[in-house]
C-alpha cells in the first residue's frame, strides 16, 4: 500500500538521484533551479512555512514519489512531482497525484492548481487522468497551467 509522509531531510538525496540532468532538472522544477542541483539548492525550496513537502511511500517505506504543496485560501498548489524513474511505467505517477489532492483536500483546499512544462507530456496525461484540465491563457508559452476543482 502507498502512502505518504513529510520528507526529511534524508530523502533529498534520494530525490536528487532521480535528476540526472539539466533536463530533468527543468521538468522538476521550471527554470527556478540551475544544475548542477545542490541538496541546499533543493532545501532551500521548502523553507518557508507555506510550503510542505512529502514523499510518497511503499509498504517497505522505499521512497518513490515526491511533490511539494502550497496552501492559499482554499486553493492548494503542488509542485516538484517526480516519480523514482526506476518505477515510472507502473501507475505511481497517477497515484502520486492522488495522494495529493487528498493530502490537499484535508487541508480545506476546494481548488488544486498546478504548472507542468508544456512540452512534459506523460506528465500532462497524468494530471488530465486524474481530472486536472488545462487552463486558458498564460504568460509563458512553455507552461500550461492546470486546475481541479474539488
Known amino acids: 500500500m502507498l502512502s505518504l509522509r513529510e520528507r526529511v531531510d534524508a530523502d533529498i538525496a534520494t530525490v536528487m538521484s532521480w535528476i ?3 533536463r530533468a532538472l527543468y521538468l522538476f522544477t ?5 544544475w548542477p542541483l545542490t541538496v541546499d539548492q533543493l532545501a532551500a525550496m521548502t523553507v ?3 510550503i510542505s513537502a512529502w514523499v510518497m ?5 522505499l ?5 511539494d504543496l502550497t496552501l492559499a485560501d482554499d486553493t492548494a498548489r503542488i509542485g516538484r512531482v517526480i516519480v523514482d524513474p526506476a518505477e515510472r511505467g507502473r501507475g505511481y505517477g497517477g497515484a502520486l497525484v492522488s495522494l495529493a489532492v487528498e493530502r490537499a483536500r484535508s487541508l480545506g ?3 488544486v492548481a498546478l504548472n507542468v512544462i ?3 507530456a506523460p506528465a500532462i496525461a497524468t494530471y488530465e487522468q486524474a481530472g486536472f484540465r488545462q487552463l486558458p491563457g498564460g ?10 476543482t474539488l
Open 57 to 61: 511511500v511503499d509498504d517497505e517505506s
Open 139 to 148: 504568460d509563458r508559452p512553455d507552461v500550461r497551467s492546470m486546475a481541479l
Open 109 to 111: 483546499a476546494r481548488r
Open 63 to 67: 521512497v518513490i514519489g515526491h511533490f
Open 48 to 50: 518557508t512555512s507555506e
Open 20 to 22: 540526472p540532468d539539466e
Open 30 to 34: 521550471g527554470p527556478r533551479l540551475v
Open 118 to 120: 508544456a512540452d512534459n
